[in-house]
């Protein structure tokens, strides 16, 4: 009877273990999705930013943001940033 009874304790703890495990990927999750939801917001407010400068410069300053893009990124964030100075441009 004592056995049955250590082997359900152990169960239980099992369990509880198990559901806080649960509990903990799942507080992990939302905090991850508020990094996310944090960094968004700052790329966008700097996308802003860039966006201000491009208008208010001269070409010269435009030619050295469009050079500086150029020297700094690559792959789909260089499109889609020589995208922005196109769509800006005109």
Do not use: P, W
Not at 17 to 31: D, F, N
Not at 38 to 65: C, H, M, P, W
Request: aromatic share 4%; net charge positive.
């Amino acid at each position: 009877m004592e056995e049955k009874s250590k082997l359900s304790q152990k169960e239980k703890r099992l369990k509880r273990i198990a559901q806080l495990k649960a509990m903990l990927q799942q507080e992990e999750a939302k905090q991850n999705q508020e990094e996310r939801k944090r960094r968004t917001g700052q790329l966008v407010a700097f996308g802003v930013y860039i966006e201000e400068f491009f208008k208010a410069s001269d070409n010269e300053a435009r030619k050295r943001l469009e050079e500086s893009i150029k020297k700094h990124l690559s792959g789909r964030n260089l499109e889609r940033a020589l995208e922005g100075i196109k769509r800006l441009s005109e």
